[in-house]
């Protein structure tokens, strides 16, 4: 599989780990890495405008599947000239595949269980999984509604975004080594339906991602990263649990990235916090995904370097929460070291304000900051890779 | 009393109404006048960011002394440098004096009472009128507060707009004659204290509006346009109630503005709809504030000129409703003679995708809009005024 108007590009790997520079290209511009993905879930960012997104340094955002598939339905977006002119967005988009919320939603909470949290209460909107792919129940309107590698390849060639994503099932973190295996196998038969369905209809204005499977268990895990080095993938995508514990998740992160064909850009699904972004690097990610920094914002957290959190006694957490009565006369913005648009204008006694007087803008502005936030620390990081002092960087954020 | 910081200027008196152009001199620079003044309610405006605002063209916003006083306090405001610094506005700005929001909230409804609607049932907040001031319970927290024509002068000055505004007693439609009149009778009381109070901290800095009452009866409105002639302020204000119809308003504004002097610029309260403004500046007024445009953009309701209510069949209303099923696959801007930044990235089919999808920027978006249309609306009724072609433009508007 050929895929003539993408490329990626590694610029460096650092001397002490697998951490790497690089540039991903697309029709839709550069994608400089190692760097973050935001989740425009239902095309749009929460909190958040295209220009805001552009002007506080983001490169590349996400848009998911299921969520459109369902409303306003991929159809209509290819009506509307796609993803990119629907929002608004002309620089480089991914969309995932649309299995991770069938599944998150279908057994109760993936997401929470890749993390090794808790598995929270929530209906069971999955109908059935079989070869042939998953039947489930849509949250707007409870009619039945079917995903398939081939109809996932469709939608997202409608949506049009830059780099898709094969269908795979993404198995919750209980679920046995015999049960990850078997659902492994299948998500590799999907994956083959999909890069065939992908090869079909390819117009060069796409790129396609393979998953890999396995959870926390190194001979799948390796098994998986055989089967995507050995199809014609641009680029792989790490998918599954990654254990109960932050030092599984840096071993399977890690296990598994090191066995993958180097010259293929490596994306690490749904994780974000700035913890596990640095360590991720070390295993050889480039790219990350996640609600974290966006949601939070919209509950008064805003990311900042490790000194703040220090100061304000939560070096735990990877921000501080602005509707802490402490900062209710603080003139200060949330962090005097950022140049983004809220802390030039706004004192985290205002925001704090907003905040309680439950003011739409309390979203935006602590959205604008964590978008800033992470756009500068990946800058930062891959600023450190290029002059060789990544792990002197890393002590001013994590 | 004399406002050395503060000037306004006419700079032309249309030749067949009382329409006039003009300017307000401000320590925080100009409001050209006729103008628009958006509602920051509780210093910030719903949907919209400081940027957004002078970047769509808005030169004067307002903030609500009764929300800021309950939370987050004056003293804090003014602790943390005023209201401009504050809400990072820098531009003019106005306060209200409070009266307006106990009154209403306290009878019910005054703002629908304004405008002729039937009052809805709200929980009754005030507890007392006398002629010290009003006692009301605190929507937050059901805490005592008063409110005295002194208190609501401190408060302004803690808060720190550029024009401030006498505190009074807002009369709702349904009460008599004499209610109107002994209520009118006392609010020139008040009106005479707050000029005291205000005199008495005077720092230059703030120059002070004179409220008119007198409710739909022309000879206690002449009284009261006659006692703030009088006295020392900087301009002149019109509230209470207006009638029960649109004629009826035309009738009391028209009466009430001939009457007040005309070296002073003239604001009327609460009142922004598209028609009701073309009406007003035939009147002779020379500012307008409402959350009419900010509120229908956070439900779906886009204003739009006359051409487009007529052409989607809602000529009766100012606005069209992206809700509406047929904007579903409309891939045209709200407005495609409309310069502002959601009409130059967004189709109605993206927006209604994104209410129905009840996404945050649905709310941004169409603020922007709403409040760039209102900004083009006063910019060519001032245009169409120096270039004596009003009743031409209006033809485009309404």
């Avoid at 590009?9 to 994608?31: M, N, Q």
């Avoid at 042939?132 to 469709?154: C, M």
Wanted: glycine content about 10%; overall charge neutral.
């Amino acid at each position: 599989m050929d895929y003539p108007n993408f490329s990626f590009e590694v610029l460096k790997i650092a001397a002490t780990s697998r951490a790497r520079l690089g540039r991903i290209y697309t029709p839709h511009g550069v994608v400089e890495t190692p760097n973050f993905i935001f989740c425009a879930t239902k095309a749009a960012i929460k909190g958040g405008t295209p220009q805001m997104m552009r002007e506080e340094g983001s490169q590349i955002i996400l848009s998911n599947t299921y969520h459109l598939m369902l409303q306003p339905g991929a159809e209509l977006v290819r009506k509307m000239g796609g993803l990119h002119k629907f929002m608004g967005w002309d620089g480089p988009m991914l969309t995932d595949s649309g299995g991770f919320q069938i599944f998150s939603l279908g057994y109760g909470s993936v997401a929470d269980e890749i993390k090794g949290r808790r598995s929270t209460e929530r209906p069971k909107t999955l109908l059935k999984i079989s070869e042939e792919g998953a039947t489930f129940k849509s949250y707007l309107d409870g009619k039945k509604q079917v995903l398939t590698p081939e109809k996932s390849i469709q939608i997202q060639r409608d949506l049009g975004a830059d780099l898709i994503v094969v269908f795979d099932e993404c198995t919750p973190f209980h679920v046995d080594k015999s049960y990850t295996a078997r659902s492994m196998r299948m998500s590799h038969r999907w994956g083959l339906r999909s890069l065939e369905e992908f090869q079909r209809g390819a117009s060069g204005v796409q790129a396609l991602y393979g998953i890999i499977q396995g959870g926390v268990y190194p001979d799948l895990r390796q098994e998986s990263a055989q089967f995507v080095n050995d199809h014609g993938f641009f680029g792989h995508a790490i998918g599954g649990s990654l254990g109960a514990s932050k030092s599984q998740m840096t071993d399977v992160v890690g296990m598994t990235a090191s066995q993958l064909a180097p010259e293929r850009p490596i994306h690490l699904l749904g994780i974000g916090g700035v913890s596990d972004i640095i360590n991720g690097i070390r295993q050889g990610i480039d790219t990350f995904d996640c609600v974290h920094p966006t949601r939070i914002a919209r509950h008064g957290g805003a990311l900042v370097p490790r000194h703040l959190r220090d100061e304000f006694g939560t070096p735990h957490k990877e921000h501080i929460n602005i509707r802490n009565a402490r900062f209710q006369e603080d003139v200060n913005p949330i962090d005097s070291t950022c140049g983004c648009t809220t802390c030039q204008h706004f004192s985290r006694g205002y925001l704090h304000h907003l905040l309680k007087a439950k003011e739409l803008l309390a979203m935006t502005a602590i959205t604008t900051h964590n978008v800033h936030f992470m756009n500068r620390l990946m800058t930062s990081l891959r600023n450190a890779l290029q002059e060789d002092r990544y792990e002197d960087e890393v002590k001013f954020w994590e």
